[in-house]
């Protein structure tokens, strides 16, 4: 959608919301983007944490979340709901942000609507290393259910620019682990943030802090709304030359089109696939 740019002073330490000088946010339209999610995976939440009966949320479909943003196709996670995501090939950390996560805020200015989340990732599908969030937001007043919040007060909480503008993540600001290989990222997991202040159900940031966010949103569309997640270090190469390199002596284990289908990788047919080799990954152009 488009977006008016108010030159509206933020008040906090981070990244303003899109049209803000400075912004850091990443148009879905990008030519940085080499891959976007191949599978999305969702445990849904409580459409309000503290209503056992309020059940569970249900717009949207997983698949929703593949491919390329195109909100309004959004899922809905409802409170403390999860997405756990994978893609054509693993990424690594390069140079500055490595993927970014899309929502469906909306709003213009500083302040628009919007709703957070937690972002890990993981090499193996197992163990999972979530990004340090930071909070700037007040937590003595309850942020209402369709209240505004200044995208500037938060740091690596997913959602907080609007929709069609991906908030960005750079691995480089996960700590070192031997059980996370950082060259070779394969799932990202989102979880909604229970965004109340309510101590017995809050979520907190890497600081301790409440997280304070619309709440409660107490329907089918609750909590966070998933519209896609696009990496921009993948894997997968880029140059004629890389290729050739990766097909020399490597015995294809697996061939995957490219929306991530599983197919033969010999038949007949000529096309783009790409072939997942002891070495790793390669998009390679082949008779099958």
């Known amino acids: 959608m488009?977006?008016?740019?108010?030159?509206?002073?933020?008040?906090?330490?981070?990244?303003?919301?899109?049209?803000?000088?400075?912004?850091?946010?990443?148009?879905?339209?990008?030519?940085?983007?080499?891959?976007?999610?191949?599978?999305?995976?969702?445990?849904?939440?409580?459409k309000q944490i503290d209503l056992p009966d309020s059940g569970i949320v249900s717009a949207g479909m997983a698949v929703y979340a593949t491919g390329k943003a195109d909100a309004p196709l959004v899922v809905s996670l409802g409170d403390g709901g999860e997405a756990f995501l994978q893609f054509s090939a693993p990424f690594h950390d390069g140079n500055g942000p490595d993927f970014a996560v899309f929502e469906n805020g909306f709003g213009s200015g500083v302040d628009a609507f919007l709703e957070l989340a937690f972002v890990s990732v993981s090499s193996d599908g197992i163990n999972y290393f979530e990004f340090s969030s930071i909070s700037e937001q007040q937590a003595q007043t309850q942020v209402g259910t369709f209240e505004n919040t200044d995208a500037s007060l938060f740091h690596n909480l997913a959602g907080k620019h609007v929709a069609n503008f991906g908030t960005p993540f750079d691995l480089a600001e996960i700590a070192d682990t031997n059980l996370l290989d950082k060259q070779n990222v394969t799932h990202i997991k989102i979880t909604d943030v229970v965004g109340?202040?309510?101590?017995?159900?809050?979520?907190?940031?890497?600081?301790?802090?409440?997280?304070?966010?619309?709440?409660?949103?107490?329907?089918?569309?609750?909590?966070?709304?998933?519209?896609?997640?696009?990496?921009?270090?993948?894997?997968?190469?880029?140059?004629i030359g890389q290729l050739r390199a990766n097909q020399k002596n490597n015995e294809a284990k697996r061939c995957l089109d490219l929306i991530g289908r599983e197919v033969p990788c010999s038949g007949s047919g000529i096309g783009w696939i790409i072939v997942e080799t002891e070495s790793g990954y390669a998009k390679r152009y082949v008779e099958r």
């Open 2 to 46: 488009g977006l008016v740019g108010h030159a509206i002073s933020q008040t906090g330490s981070f990244s303003a919301q899109v049209g803000s000088p400075g912004s850091d946010a990443i148009s879905k339209d990008s030519s940085a983007f080499r891959d976007w999610a191949i599978s999305c995976d969702v445990t849904r939440g409580l």
């Open 196 to 239: 109340v202040i309510d101590t017995a159900y809050a979520g907190y940031d890497s600081e301790g802090s409440l997280i304070n966010d619309p709440w409660p949103t107490n329907f089918d569309q609750g909590g966070f709304d998933l519209d896609a997640v696009g990496i921009i270090h993948s894997n997968i190469p880029v140059s």
